[in-house]
């Protein structure tokens, strides 16, 4: 605007003052002057734009109120009349205000400005003048005028700051609204905001500036809103110079640029419309810091509750959610942290989320791995619906996390989300399903080694699945609900939990029943033996140990401590007394002046795993309850999700298996009324489990309960003569556990049963046999010699001897249970009869168990079909070899029949682990490590396992393996647990396996040709299957102790047969390639023996020192083909070098004549890599493969394929089964292609080796010439050929320079080794046999040698082995055509029979 010329007060100059006013002066006093300016207040205030006249006559009086002397007046109320007075002077003359010198319009607006930092104090008597002034300010718009003045931007800097800091809380709406029209129209009006102008208003936006001023940060909040479309380009360009140009210098605020970001999007989102895309720009800033600070802004605007900012700025969220994997890590930690506030505030960004979170579920840091956890539970505990099953799915990952931190947090979390949304249920029973497997998933953790996870498990169970602060009837039916409802590995984990809580219990009983013994030696020594058990139960076994031995001295000298003690761990302690006795033993440990007590946490451990805080005798009524409310049909098993059989059944095997931990807790009328209603049932797993219940709590009910026994020995009598199997054992183990008069009891049973024997009629033959059997085994001297004449001549002469009926021919080699035959299932029960018959006795004076050992062998040379008559089938056969393998490893348990087993017997019960059939070898494993992990079967059986190096199934080898390292290490533990063992070393340390082990071996049926390579080549393989476990570590200088034992063994002469030659050669040529694994896998194997192995006389015969036997049974070059494989033909060479071709050059392809004319070492190793890469070329499909061969095992179905596979073999199934022929224990004989009972049919090379029982077929398409040439060159031969070597070490320069120029083009520094391994596929060579997988692969002594040789290559290895099985998928699928110059058709996985 064009400032006026100054307008002309009255002609004579002089002022003119409003009626009534006196001229003002410096003259007057203050109090007249403000009298006086009062009233020239008043008549400005009157006067509007229309009064001209008026307008003109007061002129003079408006340029004198704006003299020096008024606007410098020390005097506030001056002042403040002053600028009232000016305010209404620019509002009468506006548009044109009287004064027209800049500078005195600078001064006037600065001297109003300050004025009006007098609204501060709202109680002040001269508030109400401020307040006008500011209301005629805003409404008039008077420092508009101020835009042309050049130095206007001072003025709206004052004002600003003087608004802002005058604002307080006790303004109203009224004087912020004023403040609001005043400041926007300056800003709206305006040529733009200048940056110190906008300082003013954003540096309320601070933190710490809106912490001290809450008023102020609204009202520039409130300012920006109105004026968001005039200041956003300013504020853009702000942070333009401060984000992008780097300039922190334009602005004090530099510093709080991303502070200002988050405030300005909390207020209006439009402010930052030009600022996000700069973001995205630092978002890949290199400075990681920089990255942090952006990350942690976008990630509050973000996960702000009403953000839309991810929906609208889709670049910038994707930018955002690339930093989960930023490098940094704090980087990613606040990514992390971030999801969570976004899980709850925006579900609709899940799906983005998801998919990172899963990758920081793995992520190497321990922190973000943790807080991925915290960010889903934390979202699921607000609302399930938030979280989706698959980041659930993250959280049920991470409880398996390798350390502790991480899977507590997600056992906890899950713990947290089953109790609030399936124990209460606060979701509704859709949510409660949809977590349902939580229960399941925290019960199976218990499997977990770490006893910190079972201590959690257990804190879990007792505070989140089945809270213990409930009363006892809710207590009761959560637990019998959640039993019902558990699969049924978790079932067998809530056992096991209890089961160790009742072993701990008696651990301390034992330690207290120590105390009350005078001290002596003895005592301390089983005193700390307890400790020692004890401390393993608890976490962090060293301290464990050190803080038990403390708790046993405070208990020797505390008498009511262990009163306390005592009460916790009796039977009859109620949960409610244990409450009290955890918290007076804690109070007694407890010292005030220390802190943290690892001691008093160590022992509060002890006492929460052994309080019993669930079960006591009224918890077992109220489980009672329940189960007769499910009997009754009244209870809410529905509305539980439980069907009510189900709820019976668990209900009753719940009680089961508490009868064994809490026993008295069942001793009332009410119980066990409840179990015999259950007896009473159909169902037959309920009375089975009702029957155990009563032989495990019942032995009370003969001397307190007779109506109880009145009404149960009936019951267990019918039982016992015509119950199930399984209900007639518990049957009679119930009477001889609870009945005094027991004979008479079992009597009754035994003479009738006895007298109904019938082998014509098999169905009724079942029960009673067994229970004959569990009769015989608990009276033997009862029933002993009436016994004896049963089994002569019923059990052995009229049912196992006769075959009655006529088995199912259909060539299956196992059925299920219901197909077996009667008379089968009674023969087996017959097997069994005579197994227990002989454990009552436990003696053989009569010889009897020579003469069962004698019938079981020969069912096992007879393949299980004693007769020899034909008349079993297959399935049934395989059933019956089961039973009689398993019937000698049961009497093998016992010492005095242990002793009369000839090695021959050992050896057919051994092979039973090479059976054909697949679950014969399944269960018959499974028997073994049970029998052998408790210490019950004699050291020598577990030199079995080294067979299943020959099963043809990954899975059943990978069993065994896992078996072998249970057993070995709990042998190891036993003997330092238990000092006395130090005198039964030879029973119990497991290198004395290796002899038993060497022995079996060397009578191997498949060993019949002991310098074959095919043949010592499986020895090996067995040999490290079982030497490689054991030489894991080397404790004590075990290595050397078994090269001493070894050669100790090649100093004797076979027990079996000690003048046979030939035997004798076997066992020298076992131990030699015993040695010989040894030697390569050790180093330290030829040190000096820390102790003389004892050899056992049983296998072995003692020669006389003079005996010296120091002949090499192996030659050098057999030694060089067990450590690296066959030589194969020649054609394999030139396969594999065949497809080696590089674009401009020229392919050199080699003759079969030239391959087979190398005799060098490197082309021996690398036609044996050929082979093994083409003979694992399906290694991708192993898991199929396995499927496979178990059908091929058992033909339940006819394979279709197999046809396809064999198409010359023209043999309809019906004539393969007829033709095959009869087969005997274990693998196929070598000499003879074994013919499988399916279609598929596989040629097989004379006198082969079983090669996991695969054969290689024969491709029609090959030239048989190549395949007849003999790799075994003579020297002169090798030398005739110098041109041909010439040319392949010719190509091999090729290769290796070929893979050195790839390996420079990817910029990556590869050995020369390892790129000439590459390119002849030698990275496959170190399969030491065809079928190996690459598991066995680095388990093989000959993979061990390699991979010393070079470490570094170890990994190019693989990557040549993983081309190769990839290769080998796709060649698979193309059976009829060549491949490169070498077909290999799938071979058929089967074991063959024995011999």
Known sequence: MEFPQQQKPAADGKIIYPPGVKEITDKISNDEMVKRLKMVVKTYMDMDQDSEEEKQQYLGLALHLASEFFLRNP??????????????????????????????LKDIFLFITRQLKGLEDTKSPQFNRYFYLLENLAWVKSYNICFELE??????????????????????????????????????????????????????????????????????????????????????????????????????????????????????????????????????????????????????????????????????????????????????????????????NHPDLARDLTEYLKVRSHDPEEAIRHDVIVTIINAGKKDLNLVNDQLLGFVRERTLDKRWRVRKEAMMGLAQLFKKYCLHHEAGKESALKIS?????????????????????????????????????????????????????AVKALNEMWKCQNMLRSLVKELLDLHKLPVSEPNNTAMFGKLMSIAKNLPDAGKAQDFMKKFNQVLGE???????????????????????????????????????????????????????????????????????????????????????????????????????????????????????????????????????????????????LQQIRSTLIPVLHQKAKRGTPHQAKQAVHCIHAIFNNKEVQLAQIFEPLSRSLNADVPEQLITPLVSLGHISMLAPDQFASPMKSIVANFIVKDLLMNDRSVGNKNGKLWTTDEEVSPEVLAKVQAIKLLVRWLLGMKNNQSKSANSTLRLLSAMLVSEGDLTEQKKISKSDMSRLRLAAGGAIMKLAQEPCYHDIITPEQFQLCGLVINDECYQVR??????????????????????????????????????????????????????????????????????????????????????T???????????????????????????????????????????????????????????????????????????????????????????????DKDFKN?????????????????????????????????????????????????????????????????????????????????????????????????????VTPDDETEASPVKRRGRPPKSTAAAPAEKEVAAAPTGGGAGRGRKRAADPNANPSAESINIKMSKQQQQNDEGTKRQIDLQRKLTFFLFRYLSNVNERKCEPGEDTERAVGT?????????????????????????????????????????????????????????????????QAKVKPRL
């Not at 996870?453 to 207590?475: G, R, W």
């Not at 496979?1188 to 058992?1194: G, I, L, M, R, V």
Request: some cysteine; glycine content about 2%.
């Open 1110 to 1210: 120091d002949k090499e049974y192996l030659s050098t070059e057999m030694r060089q083909m067990l450590l690296s494989g066959k030589p194969k033909p020649a054609p394999v060479l030139g396969a594999v070098n065949k497809p080696l071709t590089v674009p401009g050059r020229r392919i050199f392809t080699k003759t079969a004549s030239d391959t087979a004319s190398n005799p060098s070492t490197n082309s021996s190793l690398l036609s044996s890599s050929a082979v093994n890469k083409n003979s694992n070329s399906n290694a991708a499909t192993e898991s199929s493969e396995s499927r496979a061969q178990e059908n091929n095992e058992n033909p339940v179905s006819k394979n279709e394929e197999a046809s396809k596979d064999a198409p010359s073999q023209n």
């Open 922 to 1007: 399944q269960i018959f494993a499974q028997k073994l490590h049970l029998a052998l992990v408790k210490l019950v079967l004699p050291l020598e059986y577990l030199a079995v396992f080294a067979l299943c190096a020959k099963d043809p199934v990954k899975e059943r080898r990978a069993h065994a393996r896992q078996c072998l390292l249970k057993n070995i290490s709990v042998r190891r533990e036993f003997i330092k647990q238990n000092p006395i063992a130090q005198d039964k070393m030879v029973s119990l340390l497991p290198e004395y396996v290796v002899p038993f082990m060497i022995h079996l071996l060397a009578h191997d049926p498949d060993f």
């Open 558 to 704: 505390d008498e009511k401590l262990r009163v306390q003690l005592e009460m916790l761990i009796s039977p009859t302690c109620s949960c409610k007394q244990a409450e009290i006795c955890v918290r007076e033993i804690t109070r007694k440990l407890t010292f005030p002046k220390q802190p943290t007590n690892p001691f008093l946490e160590m022992v509060k451990f002890l006492l929460e795993r052994i309080a019993p805080v669930h079960i006591d005798s009224e918890a077992i009524s109220a489980l009672v309850k329940l189960l007769n409310k499910s009997i009754e049909g009244t209870a809410d098993d529905d509305e539980e999700g439980v069907t009510p059989d189900a709820a019976i059944r668990s209900g009753l095997e719940l009680l089961k298996v508490l009868s064994f931990t809490h026993p008295t807790a069942f001793h009332s009328a009410e119980t066990y009324e409840s179990l015999l209603q259950c007896l009473k049932m159909e169902d037959e797993k309920v009375a089975e489990a009702a029957i155990q219940i009563f032989r495990n709590t019942g032995q009370k009910i003969e001397t307190e």
């Open 151 to 344: 130095d206007c931007n001072e003025i709206f800097i004052q004002l600003f700051k003087t608004l802002f800091s005058v604002i307080n809380n006790s303004h109203n709406q009224k004087v912020q609204m004023h403040m609001i029209d005043l400041m926007s129209s300056i800003i709206m009006e305006g040529d733009g905001v200048t940056q110190e102008l906008l300082d003013t208003i954003l540096i309320n936006l601070i933190p710490a500036h809106k912490n001290l001023n809450k008023q102020a940060y609204d009202l520039a909040k409130t300012l920006l809103k109105r004026t968001v479309q005039t200041i956003e380009t300013c504020i853009a360009n702000f942070f333009n110079q401060v984000l992008v140009m780097g300039k922190s210098s334009v602005s004090d605020l530099s510093e709080h640029v991303f502070d200002l970001i988050q405030e300005l999007f909390a207020i209006d989102p439009m402010l930052l419309t030009s600022v996000m895309p700069q973001l995205e720009f630092k978002l890949k800033s290199n400075d990681g810091e920089e990255r942090l600070a952006v990350v942690r802004l976008l990630a509050k605007l973000f996960g702000a509750k009403d953000s839309e900012l991810a929906s609208q700025n889709r670049p910038l969220w994707q930018c955002f959610l690339g930093r989960f994997n930023d490098i940094h890590v704090p980087v990613r930690l606040e990514c992390v942290k971030f999801a969570s506030h976004c899980l709850m």
């Open 437 to 489: 497997w939580i229960k399941d998933k925290l019960l199976h953790i218990y499997y977990q080694n770490s006893i910190d996870d079972k201590l959690l498990v257990e804190k879990i169970f007792a505070q989140y699945m089945v809270p213990h602060s409930l009363d006892t009837e809710e207590k009761m039916k959560c637990l019998y609900y959640l039993y019902a409802c558990l699969d049924t590995n």
């Open 1009 to 1103: 040709k002991p310098h074959e390579y095919e043949q010592l080549k499986d020895i090996k393989e067995c040999l490290w299957f079982m030497l490689e476990v054991l030489m894991t570590k080397n404790e004590n200088n075990s290595h050397a102790f078994l090269r001493k034992m070894v050669e100790n063994i090649k100093q004797t002469k076979d027990a079996q047969c000690p003048d046979d030659v030939k035997a004798n050669e076997k066992l020298y040529i076992v131990c030699d390639v015993a040695l010989f694994v040894i030697a390569n896998k050790s180093t330290a194997c030829h040190l000096d023996s820390p102790k003389d192995p004892v050899i056992p006389s049983k296998f072995f015969i003692i020669q």
């Open 1323 to 1387: 990275g496959a060579f170190l399969l030491g046999s065809e079928g190996d997988s690459e598991v066995e692969l680095e388990s093989s002594p000959e993979g061990a040698l390699c991979g010393r040789k070079d470490t570094g290559r170890r990994q190019s290895s693989r990557a040549a082995r993983s081309d190769a099985c990839s290769q080998g998928d796709t060649k698979s699928t193309r059976r009829g055509e060549p491949d490169i110059g070498l077909a290999v058709k799938r071979r």
């Open 75 to 104: 005097n506030k109320d001056v002042r403040l009349l002053v600028a009232c007075c000016l305010a209404d002077i620019f509002r009468i003359y506006a548009p044109e205000a009287p004064y027209t010198s800049h500078d005195k």
